[in-house]
Each structure stands twice: as structure tokens, then as C-alpha cells.
């Protein structure tokens, strides 16, 4: 019976090892992809166009967007050695983020928050947040005429985030952000998320305790 408990024992600490291994591999990948989106040649090109004509247009919202743009590099590498975040960092995160998009697209894109200030301590991957709003803007037609509201907030421990779909006609994508915060949220919590997408695209992520 000993040498049962001490093989099982053995075993369920290999089994806990693989899976903290697991993790960090994907944690790696996500924050890898993340640095990447953010430091693309193609964002950088329009944040820098759309801070010089801040300059020039709107000297003092220039001063904002700068301190936005850092506070988004800084929390991409603050949180590179982090498996989870508190979600009132994500979305305080997600707010400077989407910021700099507003200024670029005119003000058509805003972000309707419905969580409680008790559940602001649960806990998600890092970036999540930064993932969806890219995949929001990316397959999206966004204008002045066709304004896009995302909506977020609570549902059974599951943060669940939805937008109206406005699809862009020559956009496709292999899901592969999607894919790799599923694997996290898998090694994390236990739960996959989920995806609902009819007129309205909704995806919710498993939240935890700790």
C-alpha cells in the first residue's frame, strides 16, 4: 500500500510538473505574439501618424496618447513573467489600449464595462483583453457610419466579451490567438472558453478565484 501511495504520489507530481511546463510554454507564445502585435512595423506606423497629427491638431491630447502608448509597452513587459493577472489590471490595460485606437479611428470604437468592483480581483491570462480588441479592429470594418461597441462583463465566473459583426470583405485569419489563450485557459482553470457568433460575436473566458 505505501509503495502504491509513493508511485501515485510520483506521479500526480510528474503530472503537475508536465502541466506548469505546459503553461509556460503557452504563456511564452501569447507573450511572444502580444510583443509582436504590439511592435509590428504596421502599428507603430499608425500610432507615430496619428501622434504627429496630435501634435500638430491637438498639442495636449498628444501628451495623453504618448502616456497611454508607454503605459501599454509597460504592461506588456511587466507581465511577462506573469501566468495570470487580476482582471482590474487587464481592463485598466485594455482602457489605455483601446485608447490609442480611438484617437486613429475618429472615436468610432468604444468599450461598455459592466462588472462589479467586488469581482475585479479574479484573475485571467495576461493580454487577454489586448487580444480580443486587436481581433475586434482587425476583422471589423470600423467608421463613422458603422461605430463599434464592445460590450463586457460577468456571467458565471466567465468574463464574456461581444461585439457587434461588421465584417471586413478580404480579412481571414487561422485563429491561432484564439487557439493559444484556449490552451491557457485549459492549463489554468480547467475550462476552455467559449464562442458564440451569429450577428454578434461573444467569446467568454473562465475566470479564477486565485
Same mark, same amino acid.
Given at each position: 500500500?505505501?509503495?502504491?501511495?509513493?508511485? %501515485?504520489?510520483?506521479?500526480?507530481?510528474?503530472?503537475?510538473? $508536465?502541466?506548469?511546463?505546459?503553461?509556460?510554454?503557452?504563456? #511564452?507564445?501569447?507573450?511572444? &505574439? /502580444?510583443? $509582436? #502585435?504590439?511592435?509590428? *512595423?504596421?502599428?507603430?506606423?499608425? !500610432?507615430?501618424? &496619428?501622434?504627429?497629427?496630435?501634435?500638430?491638431?491637438?498639442?495636449?491630447?498628444?501628451? =495623453?496618447?504618448?502616456?497611454?502608448?508607454?503605459?501599454?509597452?509597460?504592461? @506588456?513587459?511587466?507581465?511577462?513573467?506573469?501566468?495570470?493577472?487580476?482582471?482590474?489590471?487587464?481592463?485598466?490595460?485594455?482602457? /489605455?489600449?483601446?485608447?490609442? =485606437?480611438?484617437?486613429?479611428?475618429?472615436?468610432?470604437? =468604444?468599450? $461598455?464595462?459592466?462588472?462589479?468592483?467586488?469581482?475585479?480581483?479574479?484573475? +485571467?491570462? *495576461?493580454? &487577454?483583453?489586448?487580444? +480580443?480588441?486587436?481581433? @475586434?479592429?482587425? =476583422?471589423?470594418?470600423?467608421?463613422?457610419?458603422?461605430?463599434? %461597441?464592445?460590450?463586457?462583463?460577468?456571467?458565471?465566473?466567465?468574463?464574456?466579451?461581444?461585439?457587434?459583426?461588421?465584417?471586413?470583405? !478580404?480579412?481571414?485569419?487561422?485563429?491561432?490567438?484564439? $487557439?493559444?489563450? !484556449?490552451?491557457?485557459?485549459?492549463?489554468? !482553470?480547467?475550462?476552455?472558453?467559449?464562442?458564440?457568433?451569429?450577428?454578434?460575436?461573444?467569446?467568454?473566458?473562465?475566470?479564477?478565484?486565485?
Amino acid at each position: 500500500m505505501g509503495l502504491l501511495l509513493a508511485n %501515485r504520489s510520483i506521479q500526480d507530481a510528474l503530472k503537475l510538473q $508536465q502541466q506548469t511546463a505546459d503553461l509556460q510554454k503557452e504563456n #511564452n507564445i501569447a507573450r511572444y &505574439t /502580444a510583443l $509582436q #502585435n504590439q511592435l509590428n *512595423p504596421h502599428f507603430l506606423f499608425n !500610432s507615430l501618424n &496619428t501622434l504627429i497629427a496630435e501634435i500638430e491638431y491637438n498639442p495636449s491630447n498628444a501628451v =495623453h496618447f504618448t502616456q497611454k502608448l508607454s503605459d501599454v509597452y509597460r504592461y @506588456v513587459l511587466q507581465c511577462q513573467d506573469k501566468p495570470l493577472v487580476s482582471l482590474r489590471e487587464e481592463i485598466e490595460f485594455m482602457q /489605455a489600449y483601446l485608447f490609442l =485606437h480611438q484617437v486613429r479611428l475618429n472615436d468610432c470604437i =468604444h468599450c $461598455q464595462i459592466d462588472i462589479p468592483p467586488d469581482s475585479l480581483e479574479l484573475q +485571467l491570462p *495576461p493580454l &487577454t483583453l489586448q487580444l +480580443l480588441i486587436e481581433n @475586434v479592429i482587425k =476583422h471589423n470594418s470600423i467608421t463613422t457610419a458603422k461605430p463599434m %461597441r464592445i460590450d463586457l462583463h460577468l456571467e458565471n465566473n466567465f468574463l464574456v466579451i461581444s461585439n457587434p459583426i461588421h465584417p471586413k470583405k !478580404s480579412i481571414t485569419s487561422a485563429g491561432v490567438g484564439l $487557439q493559444n489563450l !484556449s490552451k491557457r485557459c485549459k492549463l489554468i !482553470s480547467g475550462k476552455d472558453i467559449q464562442i458564440e457568433k451569429n450577428n454578434v460575436f461573444t467569446i467568454k473566458i473562465p475566470l479564477c478565484d486565485e
